[in-house]
Nanobody, 126 residues
Framework: VQLQASGGGLVLPGGSLRLSCAAS????????LGWFRQAPGKEREFVAA????????HYADSVKGRFAISRDGAKNTVYLQMNSLEIEDTAVYYC????????????????????WGQGTQVTVSS
C-alpha cells in the first residue's frame, strides 16, 4: 500500500495550489484520509480530513475557509485545494489514512493514522 502526494510548489502569498494524494495497492472505500503538514522546526500538525464513505470533512482552524478537501472515487484520489495561501502555510504536506471508526472531527492525531505518503513541499513566498 502506497500513498503518493503531489502538487506542491512555490506560490506567491494569496495564490492557490491543489495537492493530490493517490493510492496504489489500496482502494479507498471506507476510512478517513487526512492531510498533515510540518513546517521547519515545528511539529507535524493536522490540516484536514475526509471520511471516504460520507464525505464528511473537518479542518484545522488555521485553514478553515481557505482550504477544501475532496475525493474522487473514480481516480482513488483525495485532493486538498488551498486558496489564499499565506507564508505561514509553508510546510511539507503529508497525506495519510486512518481506519478509526469515529466521527471525522475526532481523528486528528498522528497516531490515529497508519499509512503515510512521502510528503510534498509547499512554499509560499514573495
Amino acid at each position: 500500500v502506497q500513498l503518493q502526494a503531489s502538487g506542491g510548489g512555490l506560490v506567491l502569498p494569496g495564490g492557490s495550489l491543489r495537492l493530490s494524494c493517490a493510492a496504489s495497492g489500496l482502494t479507498f472505500s471506507s476510512g478517513v484520509l487526512g492531510w498533515f503538514r510540518q513546517a521547519p522546526g515545528k511539529e507535524r500538525e493536522f490540516v484536514a480530513a475526509i471520511r471516504w464513505s460520507s464525505r464528511s470533512t473537518h479542518y484545522a482552524d488555521s485553514v478553515k475557509g481557505r482550504f477544501a478537501i475532496s475525493r474522487d472515487g473514480a481516480k482513488n484520489t483525495v485532493y486538498l485545494q488551498m486558496n489564499s495561501l499565506e507564508i505561514e502555510d509553508t510546510a511539507v504536506y503529508y497525506c495519510a489514512t486512518s481506519s478509526r471508526n469515529l466521527i471525522v472531527s475526532q481523528i486528528r492525531e498522528e497516531y490515529e493514522y497508519n499509512t503515510w505518503g512521502q510528503g510534498t513541499q509547499v512554499t509560499v513566498s514573495s
